[in-house]
């Protein structure tokens, strides 16, 4: 869990992206476990997130009142699980674990009248990660005794006692399988919720671009104007598609033309290639018609996503080559670049969610790339050698016409 993230919602709550990040993991948290609840608290003990429900997001955490000593020991930076409590009728434990960040180098001088290091090796604590579970093996344990007493006692009523806990057992899994099916929905949608707030970044950062550029560039202040408008539908249509799967409808396909979507994508990251001094190769000869099973709309969102990240892996100075191929009936199209590569045990595992070479990324953007490809019959393939580089490959049906 991100300090960075802590902090981020702590300072603009609900409206901070952290905040989603922190509902995503709590979330999946609890669901995938069986936990009662799982919070995030600020270094003052102050719920940012809980999954009991929003009601209880700037309260005081129940834990400084339930356990108070663990809570206490969390937030001085050391991990710790509770002994047992009751909390409305329910026997629980609690884990806590402290959230660290590194003080700046700067913080780490002692001042003229303080003097003290700092703990935890140059970090401190900004927050703590709280859950709870219950207790349930010392109920079924004291049930176990008794019915081990009956059993000895009178066997007729032991066998009954037996097929009341057999009844018990069946409704128990009835409820947990209602209960991970709601959470496997509540899940789903998080993940739907992160990957259209990703996709949403990218198309704002070029309009905040070219924004920038307008009041600099009079000559060119059409030309950048148009992107900005081109990059606002293309945004709103990437939201209306996402709405659409939410509500569970059928998304409108569509053949389009690789060849002009490259085109498009190409001059529009142009002008980023060059205010970071990096190289963008063209394919040679620029190619005239490419109509594929896949619309436009989406084509560009696959190829931006794959641009942007081989554009932030070369850094500046590097290069990247785009070339365009086509073979019995399908259409490659290839971007290389020359940055440091993939380790073969993160390759393996790339597009799946929240799987990125990245420090700040997600994931998201190459687990959808991947799912708009296969969606149309095609492939994305990867190829990477760390220190050589690595080679992004979409396959795609060619549509006649």
Not at 95 to 100: F, K, Q, S, T
Not at 196 to 213: D, V
Not at 369 to 374: F, P
């Amino acid at each position: 869990m991100s300090a960075a993230d802590i902090r981020e919602t702590q300072l603009l709550g609900e409206d901070a992206s952290g905040y989603l990040a922190l509902q995503v993991l709590l979330e999946e948290l609890r669901s995938s476990t069986g936990l009662v609840s799982a919070a995030a608290l600020d270094s003052a003990g102050i719920l940012l997130y809980d999954t009991r429900g929003a009601e209880h997001q700037r309260e005081r955490s129940p834990l400084g009142r339930l356990a108070p000593e663990a809570l206490t020991q969390a937030l001085s930076g050391s991990p710790v699980v509770t002994p047992g409590y009751r909390d409305d009728g329910h026997l629980l434990r609690a884990g806590l674990a402290p959230i660290l960040e590194a003080i700046p180098a700067e913080a780490l001088a002692p001042d003229a009248g303080a003097g003290r290091v700092p703990e935890h090796g140059g970090r401190r604590v900004v927050g703590v990660l709280a859950v709870q579970s219950r207790v349930d093996y010392l109920d079924v344990l004291a049930e176990f005794q008794r019915t081990l007493l009956l059993t000895a006692l009178l066997s007729a009523l032991g066998i009954t006692v037996l097929a009341v806990v057999n009844l018990r057992v069946a409704s128990s899994t009835a409820r947990l399988e209602r209960r991970l099916s709601r959470a496997e929905n509540l899940a789903a949608m998080g993940r739907l919720t992160a990957t259209l707030a990703h996709e949403i970044k990218n198309p704002l950062a070029i309009i905040r671009g070219s924004a920038e550029r307008l009041g600099k560039l009079d000559a060119d202040a059409r030309r950048w104007a148009d992107s900005v408008v081109e990059e606002t539908d293309r945004l709103t249509r990437t939201v209306g598609r996402y709405l659409q799967f939410a509500r569970g409808e059928a998304s409108e396909g569509g053949d389009g033309d690789a060849a002009q979507a490259l085109g498009e994508t190409l001059d529009l990251l142009d002008g980023e290639f060059r205010s970071r001094r990096a190289t963008l190769t063209r394919p040679e000869p620029a190619p005239i018609a490419l109509p594929v099973r896949l619309d436009n709309e989406s084509l560009k969102q696959v190829f931006l996503n794959l641009m942007l990240n081989a554009l932030e892996a070369i850094g500046e100075g590097g290069r990247l080559a785009v070339s365009v191929g086509e073979r019995q009936g399908r259409v490659a199209v290839s971007f290389a670049d020359d940055g440091p590569g993939i380790p073969p045990e993160t390759l393996r595992q790339l597009g799946n969610p929240f799987i990125t070479t990245k420090a700040r990324g997600s994931g998201l953007g190459l687990f959808l790339s991947r799912r708009l490809v296969q969606a149309a019959g095609g492939t994305l393939e990867i190829e990477s050698e760390v220190g050589r580089g690595t080679t992004c490959t979409v396959h795609l049906p060619r549509a006649r016409g």
